[in-house]
């Protein structure tokens, strides 16, 4: 029986669990009439992911979510048909650690990017430099590695290829121009070669790497989350004017020493406590903290 996984169309998560149930042989199913943002936002949908995102995997024993979790029960489903984990502890070690090196030292980074370039968050020059910047270095680390593999674990394909091929395709398709890969020669040939296996082309078809690095997005997109960087004044009457005071600002600094009173656990005052009543009424009167002024109507036990 198939599984179904709820997505849209496949993006670079939901290939990542298409193409390792190729390798192992499980059929995997998208729903045809799965709407992003309509879909994702029903309550069944929330119940299954309570995140709204997707993918989303439906199991006969329950439910996954996150791109990884699903790819890695996929890949064990059928581990006699093909081992996606290595064939021994530390084979299996190195998949999980290029696995989170794929997740974040390049998804992470590149996303970031990413983000910028569509508008999906508030354009700022110094956060895409220290993105490139961190994203070019993870390159580096894996360029040098992969001078001497052919794949990142063994001397076949693993999850951990299927994991970094996925995330690099987003770069590739996206965001990296032939100019900015060439300084990463052998990634350049492993993820060439990795696209053009057949359990990957068939799930990825034909990809074109881009000839253009998005431009900057002019307009500030409404739902980027707020800057972090004060606004300049540009004109005068921009100047930020003095906040207005509180009411209780105007009051005469209080006598009140709370180092000496009494420390109240409000949350614990039970009404129905005559003593503790008393007690609380009494400190409030004995400090007087406002020259004989009601203290507001904070003698709430008369
Ligand atoms: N870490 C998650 C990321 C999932 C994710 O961000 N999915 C996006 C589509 S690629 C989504 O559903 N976005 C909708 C939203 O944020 O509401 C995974 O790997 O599955």
Known sequence: MALVMHVGKPNKNALKVLIAAEY???????????????????????????????????????????????????????????????????????????????????????????????????????????????????????????????????????????????????????????????????????FWTMVNQPNFSKIIGDLKQTEVVPPIPSKTNPYAKPKDEPKLVENEDETPKPKAKNRLDLLPPSKMNLDDMEHYAWTKVDLSDEIQKERVNQMIEDHEPFEGKALLDAKCFK
């Not at 084979?91 to 999980?96: K, L, M, N, P, S």
């Not at 360029?143 to 394909?157: E, K, P, Q, R, T």
């Not at 999850?159 to 995330?167: E, F, K, R, S």
């Open 24 to 190: 192992v042989g499980v059929e995997v199913k998208c729903p045809e009439n799965f709407e992003m943002g309509v879909s994702n936002k029903t309550s069944e949908f929330l119940k299954m992911n309570p995140l709204g995102k997707v993918p989303v995997l439906e199991t006969p024993d329950g439910v996954i979510f996150e791109s990884n979790a699903i790819a890695r029960y996929v890949a064990r489903l059928k581990t006699d048909t093909c081992s996606l984990f290595g064939s021994s502890p530390i084979e299996y070690g190195q998949i999980e650690q290029w696995i989170d090196f794929a997740s974040l030292e390049i998804d992470l980074n590149l996303l970031a990017w990413l983000r910028l370039r569509f508008g999906l968050d508030n354009y700022v020059a110094a956060v895409e430099e220290a993105s490139i910047a961190a994203l070019k270095r993870a390159l580096s680390a894996l360029n040098i590695y992969l001078a001497s593999h052919n794949f990142l674990v063994g001397d076949d394909v693993t999850l951990a290829d299927i994991i970094m091929i996925c995330n690099l395709y987003s770069g590739f398709r996206f965001m990296m121009t032939k100019t900015f890969t060439s300084e990463f020669p052998h990634v350049e040939r492993y």
